[in-house]
């Protein structure tokens, strides 16, 4: 057995008592996915990971969604694995330096976003009197529909919006691998009200990152409606901060959580994590949700 922590806000839990460096038996991994439908983002502390231990726990719980070929920061002993860090070796960066810095669900624009993802860290910031740094925010997507106004909810009902890839191309990974994210740019409608394929819980999928456009409306209006839906979604008091340790393994549910990593570190703080996600499925909205019990 396990302990579960839950965070006062709604979302977010600590699991204490679970070594997963060890493989989980189908009870304990029935559990561990049951909790995270509930709180959305779960942290296990002081674990013991390589890369390869790090895959083998998160293929408990689904299938691994691999990474472009060309995708830069993919270790070679984990190819699942891809390095998330602000520091250089040789002039060069280790890893996707920018990672995170906007709130956004992982992929959203793609058909088939992501529904897991796990996080390790392998060195965390401090400033000088030992305080954690580069934290991770979290806000729950069915939290912020629940809550939305009734005029706000008729105005999204049935509508998709467009995700966009290339909405923040001028990051700076890629000012410092620009062959690296060459080609056609990535796109995809989605409903701005999705279905959650497991709970059934209707959330909020715009986020800031990628959400370009709501399909069919005049872009001042889309722009304004969009801007409402984020100040209702990133309020300070739902949001649930992670504050990293080393040997961390962070977990969250990519469609009932968006996150936003906090940069207030700069070199020679380093901050260095191992992510990896799970594949997920086509996201839907009400209209095939009806059969669908919450």
């Not at 189908?26 to 002081?46: E, I, Q």
Request: overall charge negative.
């Amino acid at each position: 057995m396990f302990e579960i922590i839950p965070s006062p806000r709604p979302v977010g839990a600590e699991v204490r008592g679970l070594d997963l460096s060890e493989p989980l038996d189908a009870a304990t991994v029935a559990r561990v996915r049951d909790t995270l439908s509930k709180h959305g983002v779960l942290y296990f502390r002081n674990q013991q990971l390589t890369p390869t231990r790090q895959v083998a726990y998160l293929e408990q719980f689904g299938t691994m969604q691999p990474y472009d070929p060309k995708a830069p920061f993919r270790l070679e002993e984990a190819r699942d694995v891809l390095v998330l860090s602000n520091a250089y070796e040789q002039g060069k960066p280790v890893g996707i330096i920018e990672a995170g810095q906007y709130w956004h669900s992982d992929l959203s624009y793609r058909p088939d976003p992501p529904l897991y993802a796990g996080l390790f860290a392998v060195e965390v910031p401090h400033d000088d009197a030992g305080r954690s740094l580069g934290g991770t925010m979290f806000v729950g997507t069915a939290h912020a529909y629940d809550t939305l106004s009734p005029e706000l909810k008729a105005r999204v009902e049935g509508r998709t919006a467009l995700h966009d890839r290339d909405k923040r191309r001028f990051s700076a990974t890629r000012r410092t691998q620009p062959n690296e994210f060459d080609g056609a740019s990535q796109t995809q409608a989605q409903p701005i009200v999705r279905v959650h394929p497991v709970t059934g819980r209707r959330g909020l999928y715009v986020n800031q990152t990628y959400t370009a456009a709501i399909t069919g409306m005049d872009p001042e209006e889309s722009d304004a409606l969009l801007e409402a839906l984020y100040q209702h979604l990133y309020r300070q008091e739902v949001r649930f901060t992670h504050q990293w340790q080393v040997g961390d393994l962070l977990m969250w549910d990519d469609c009932a959580v968006q996150h936003h990593a906090i940069n207030d570190y700069q070199l020679p703080q380093r901050r260095l994590i191992h992510r990896a996600v799970l594949e997920g499925s086509k996201p839907f909205g009400v209209t095939r949700a009806e059969t669908v019990q919450a």
